[in-house]
C-alpha cells in the first residue's frame, strides 16, 4: 500500500549531532496506517526506559494520517511524548497547516531528540 508513497518516510531530526535523515518506514505505515499508531510505535522505539521526560534523549513525534492532504479536512497532526506531568504518555493533537505541510514535505512523521548547544 506504501510502497511509492512519500507517507511511509520519517525524518528523523538528532539536535544533540546536528543531523538529521530518512528512513522509509513502509512496515510501520502498514500496521499502524499513520498517526497516532505510527506515533506510538516510533515513541516506544525512540524513548529509552526510565528517562527523564524533559531531558534530551526524551524524542517529540510528530505523525499525520494517510488522508492528510488528499481529502479535505484531513489537516491533524498528533505529537506523542513522555509527558514530564505524569511520566507516561502524553498525547497531543493539532489543527492547521503543520499536518499538510509535514505531508507535502514528503514525510508521514518526524521525530526530533537530543538537545540544542544555542
Not at 26 to 37: C, I, R, S, V
Amino acid at each position: 500500500m506504501f510502497k511509492n508513497d512519500v507517507l511511509a518516510n520519517v525524518l528523523y531530526i538528532d539536535l544533540s549531532q546536528k543531523k538529521y535523515w530518512v528512513e522509509r518506514r513502509e512496515d510501520l505505515f502498514e500496521k499502524y496506517l499513520g498517526g497516532a499508531g505510527v506515533a506510538i510505535q516510533l515513541l516506544k522505539e525512540e524513548c529509552p526506559a526510565g528517562s527523564d521526560p524533559l531531558g534530551p534523549e526524551n524524542p517529540i513525534i510528530f505523525a499525520v494520517g494517510p488522508l492528510t492532504g488528499l481529502f479535505p479536512l484531513a489537516s491533524k497532526t498528533v505529537a506523542m511524548f513522555k509527558s514530564p506531568h505524569t511520566g507516561n504518555l502524553g498525547e497531543s493533537h493539532c489543527g492547521g497547516r503543520s499536518a499538510v505541510a509535514l505531508r507535502l514535505a514528503g514525510y508521514g512523521a518526524m521525530v526530533i531528540k537530543g538537545a540544542s548547544s544555542t
